[in-house]
């Protein structure tokens, strides 16, 4: 016997007919909700999706590649959903088995299809009749496993997860179809018989029939029948209520994928031109949004991981990424009955006070696993606020300091290379045929702790022979504080000072100890038409040891360490993927034996890392003692009983120094270069 089944077993043809009737209502009540999100997403400012399309088949499949390659490891791959334990394995499993059974019954359907054409063209038969009806069964279990979980996670109420109404219709539909389906299985196999392989091939199907084993021929087709419309029914209720559930993510997830800047760290610039055009800087309405920005507000399932991971959240300030989504796609949704401007003014939907909360730290979007971004959201209505003259205070005076002073401190220029008194630190007008120039940054200039980071970079170049140099009195900010506060436009001007500076000494390569400056000088200067191999102190030191270039002494480590764990800077470690250098250069700090004993690590670490809370500006706002983020990170940091915390920052200097104060630990705070010159004695 040839294994096979009629796709319509025991389906009189007046049900079929009305089945097809039913699934064209359907897919209009499907398409009617998709087209109502769209416009909602039309909306938003355009992203240039025609321009992918346009040119030869290189051209475009250059553009869409990067794209298609996020949606089959990042969508199909579930690459960014693992590593939450359970939840995602179940997840994991109901994509999996979603998926599987979606797919089986389109290919069910094409060989229906195949049917009125010519049944030779029929292929629902055979090996691969037996190798379909085993997957299915199979993956069908996956997929009840995985609803199973989310339906019993869902009793526990978790706090960081959202909660609909809807949510229970969702898993309920969920849970039913599946058990529907395997009962209608069980069922056609009662009353069809099949016996051997045929039989065997689905085992859950089989355990059903068995169990229904007393029902007679009539008895098996008539409960089949009416629990195959019940299947049905269950099937057409969630298609058409896709669109207007949580499930609205299975579409919009996707596009998101596709349409998402993948690199962090990158703020797209705003020109004068368009500020005279739309009379606005940044955000202050949904409209200003982009279109895949509002895409992206209904691409969020709520999972809350973003919520999790936020630095500012954790610490009881009013910052959640997750509400910020959702209050973002509330007010999307609110066509005709718009709230006040977003942020412009007192009653606007989200507080100021949310908004300055955020460290910038990138964490909400490296945790994502549909990538939202709730950080540019939060910095193109920072804009705003600053462009309307709403932010006061001592971030305010921050950057009045950078328009007068070119810096923070609002210092003078001519103090910007007093650091360097004593050591030697050679300009470029001095040494005009340097190769590498260091760039110290204004903590590295003016802040005393900094300072000494700077000097002990400095030791360890001339140790190593390097022809470097410094721009001194020349060097501004790079205005990276000021680009993440808001204040587009004078991020712009200092950048265009620094990048006319380093043209004309001809700079390509720029060594910087400085997280925030080394992403600036990289990414936003890029922008700019500053084009330069910027690599940090930790990264060049590391490449100094391998090339033998610097001396590793016979004798072991410095004995006062007392154990080392290491913080990993967000710009650094999240943003730029850079975290080995810094344990390789630790390793050689701790001498051959300590390598592998004192270097401790802490649950957060390399791209997982915990902000340190100087980031987004954060640096340059006062803080309630009691909402330091820097207290929760150097809790975590003590906590692996190291003696010595490592840095790679010199805002995590400072707040990590204050932090482990705060815990009136004897612990020191160094960056990895003086540990290094520790070692070397220098």
């Not at 553009?63 to 394995?89: C, D, F, I, Y």
């Not at 179940?90 to 088995?97: D, E, T, V």
């Not at 001095?430 to 260091?438: H, K, M």
Request: charge should be positive.
């Amino acid at each position: 016997m040839n294994p096979t089944r009629e796709t319509f077993g025991n389906i009189p043809n007046s049900s079929q007919l009305i089945f097809y009737c039913l699934t064209v209502v359907t897919m209009a009540v499907f398409a009617y909700g998709i087209w109502r999100r769209f416009k909602l997403w039309r909306q938003g400012t355009p992203i240039g999706v025609r321009e992918l399309i346009v040119g030869n088949a290189k051209q475009i499949w250059a553009r869409v590649n990067p794209g298609v390659r996020r949606l089959l490891t990042e969508g199909l791959g579930q690459k960014r959903v693992r590593g939450r334990g359970l939840a995602s394995w179940a997840h994991i499993a109901l994509f999996a088995g979603f998926m599987m059974l979606f797919l089986g019954t389109t290919l069910l359907e094409l060989d229906h299809i195949a049917g009125w054409i010519s049944s030779s063209l029929k292929f629902h038969h055979g090996t691969y009749y037996v190798l379909y009806e085993f997957t299915l069964d199979v993956f069908g279990l996956l997929f009840l496993i995985g609803c199973s979980f989310f339906l019993w996670r869902r009793t526990r109420r978790p706090a960081s997860v959202g909660h609909r109404a809807t949510d229970w219709y969702v898993l309920g539909s969920f849970l039913a179809i599946g058990v529907t389906g395997y009962l209608v299985e069980g069922l056609r196999m009662i009353w069809q018989a099949p016996t051997g392989i045929a039989a065997q091939c689905s085992p859950v199907g089989l355990l059903i029939a068995h169990a229904f084993s007393g029902l007679s021929n009539a008895g098996a087709r008539s409960l089949h029948l009416s629990l195959w419309w019940v299947h049905a029914l269950l099937v057409f209720g969630f298609i058409a209520s896709l669109p207007y559930t949580r499930l609205l993510h299975m579409l919009a997830g996707p596009l998101n994928l596709f349409f998402a800047r993948p690199e962090l760290g990158r703020m797209t610039p705003i020109t004068m031109e368009e500020v005279e055009k739309t009379e606005r800087v940044g955000v202050s309405a949904i409209e200003h949004f982009n279109q895949q920005q509002l895409l992206s507000l209904d691409a969020c399932m709520e999972c809350g991981r973003c919520e999790e991971a936020c630095p500012a959240h954790a610490t009881d300030k009013p910052l959640s990424p997750k509400k910020v989504v959702q209050d973002l796609k509330l007010l999307m949704s609110a066509i005709g009955n718009r709230q006040s401007a977003i942020g412009n003014s007192p009653d606007g939907l989200i507080a100021a006070e949310t908004l300055w909360s955020c460290t910038a730290c990138s964490a909400c979007v490296g945790v994502c696993p549909v990538r939202i971004d709730p950080l540019t959201l939060i910095t193109d209505l920072r804009r705003n606020r600053v462009g309307e003259g709403a932010l006061s205070g001592t971030a305010a005076t921050a950057l009045r300091r950078m328009q007068s002073s070119s810096n923070p401190w609002g210092l003078p220029a001519a103090d910007r290379p007093n650091w360097s008194e004593g050591i030697g630190a050679p300009t470029a007008k001095e040494n005009p045929n340097f190769q590498v120039l260091y760039w110290i940054g204004c903590a590295g200039s003016y802040d005393r702790r900094a300072q000494r980071v700077a000097r002990a970079v400095v030791k360890l170049l001339k140790h190593a022979g390097v022809n470097f140099a410094i721009l001194g009195r020349e060097e501004k900010c790079t205005g990276e504080s000021a680009r993440r506060l808001g204040d587009e436009f004078l991020f712009q001007e200092l950048a265009q000072a620094n990048i006319a500076t380093l043209a004309k000494y001809n700079v390509r390569k720029i060594l910087a100890h400085c997280p925030h400056c080394l992403n600036s000088l990289l990414k936003d200067y890029s922008q700019f038409g500053g084009q330069y191999e910027v690599i940090h102190h930790t990264q060049f030191i590391s490449q100094l040891i391998q090339a033998g270039r610097l001396k590793v002494p016979d004798t072991d480590g410095p004995e006062n360490i007392g154990g080392v764990t290491y913080h990993d800077p967000c710009y650094l470690a999240r943003v730029n993927g850079i975290h080995e250098a810094p344990r390789a250069v630790l390793a050689t700090a701790l001498g051959a034996t300590g390598a592998t004993t004192d270097l401790r690590e802490m649950p957060r670490n390399r791209e997982k890392t915990s902000c340190c809370g100087a980031g987004g500006g954060r640096m340059w706002m006062e803080e309630d003692p009691k909402q330091r983020v820097s207290t929760v990170r150097a809790k975590e940091a003590l906590a692996t009983g190291a003696k010595t915390v490592a840095v790679g920052c010199p805002f995590c200097l400072t707040m990590m120094t204050d932090g482990v104060a705060a815990q009136e630990s004897p612990a020191r705070v160094l960056d990895v270069a003086e540990l290094l010159v520790e070692r070397f004695k220098l």
